[in-house]
């Protein structure tokens, strides 16, 4: 990409980081069917835009917004599941893990975003909202738990590394090279 779609896909990333307040307060004052309408016009005009990716990450956001008043709709839905609460979830967890790999190269493709931000939305319920399955005793352990303490550093610091990274990049690998890579 040129330096002016860089400059205009940050200057939207940044506009709709204004907006997310604004889309918390939305999010709090309307009811589950004004929420599943907002989801779908996000989903409608993510998949119409040209550069669809920050639309399709801010859908998953919204999810996030959504997941105090629908986590424990969705763990009450996986207990009540046909399947089980247990198979209900590795379904879902299969399914987050794999999409990508499924629908790349597919009319489907554009979809990925969404149906991982959907199953990345139940697990994250279940494990909010259903603390007593014996599966979360693992979250306890006290690595994870030390982990979990000093994980949002190292989030904050691997964008600051990955440019260092690619202007090293730039410097030790040749043109012809880097050029050559799809």
Not at 67 to 90: C, D, K, N, Q, Y
Not at 160 to 178: E, K, N
Request: aromatic letters at 12%.
């Amino acid at each position: 990409p040129n330096e002016v779609v860089v400059a205009i896909k940050g200057r939207l990333e940044m506009e709709v980081a204004l907006l997310l307040p604004v889309m918390h307060v939305i999010n709090r004052k309307a009811g589950p069917l004004a929420n599943i309408v907002i989801l779908l016009l996000m989903l409608w005009m993510s998949t119409a835009a040209e550069d669809t990716s920050t639309g399709r990450w801010v859908f998953a956001f919204y999810l996030g917004l959504m997941l105090p008043t629908w986590g424990p709709w969705l763990v009450s839905a996986a207990r009540t599941s046909p399947l089980g609460e247990i198979p209900t979830l590795v379904l879902t967890s299969a399914m987050f893990g794999s999409a990508r790999h499924l629908f790349y190269g597919t009319q489907y493709a554009i979809l990925t975003p969404f149906i991982e931000g959907l199953c990345a939305m139940m697990i994250l319920a279940c494990i909010v909202y259903h603390r007593e399955l014996k599966l979360w005793r693992v979250l306890d352990l006290r690595f994870l738990r030390v982990m979990g303490r000093i994980s949002y550093s190292f989030y904050l610091m691997h964008f600051p590394i990955h440019y260092l990274v690619a202007v090293a990049m730039f410097h030790l690998v040749s043109a012809g090279v880097l050029l050559s890579y799809p």
